[in-house]
């Protein structure tokens, strides 16, 4: 349905009265994150932040969770945090951020044009290179683990 989720539920032992147990030891990454989703649009709440949405995950899940998140990013503020790129394509506004700094903004087709970063990762990603290797001067500053973020 909506969090792309239901199937699968539907196939557990008890369906939806299955105890998950601590991380949800009975589904996938993928299942996790659509079961996520679900909860968010049960609460239907107007901001939704996701971080790494679809990372780690196959192509298929990636999908199915692609779905859900159309789904519950319409008519709500999202902030998306993402490196896998396809997950921004539709994004009204992107922000890339090099070293902890604000480098470029705009749409994906904007930035294709504009933005030499945002053109080399997506063109890395597309070749089957999940990241690019940054040189010491744009490495991202270490955040203590203390530190209010």
């Known amino acids: 349905m909506a969090a792309e989720i239901h199937d699968d539920i539907l196939k557990l032992p008890k369906g939806y009265d299955t105890v998950l147990g601590i991380g949800g030891r009975l589904l996938s990454a993928g299942q996790i994150q659509r079961v996520n989703i679900a909860r968010a649009l049960v609460k239907n709440a107007p901001i939704v932040i996701l971080d790494e949405a679809t990372s780690n995950l196959d192509s298929i899940s990636e999908t199915k969770i692609q ?4 789904r519950l990013t319409g008519g709500r503020t999202t902030f998306t945090i993402a490196h896998r790129l396809s997950t921004l394509r539709n994004a009204d506004l992107i922000l890339v951020i090099d070293g902890g700094r604000l480098v470029a903004s705009g749409h994906h ?3 294709l044009a504009a933005c030499a970063l945002y053109r080399n990762l997506c063109a890395a990603q597309q070749s089957g290179h999940s990241t690019l290797t940054l040189s010491p ?13």
């Open 67 to 70: 779905l859900a998140l159309d």
């Open 109 to 111: 087709e904007e930035l």
């Open 137 to 149: 001067e744009r490495t991202p500053p270490r955040v203590p683990t203390n530190a209010a973020v």
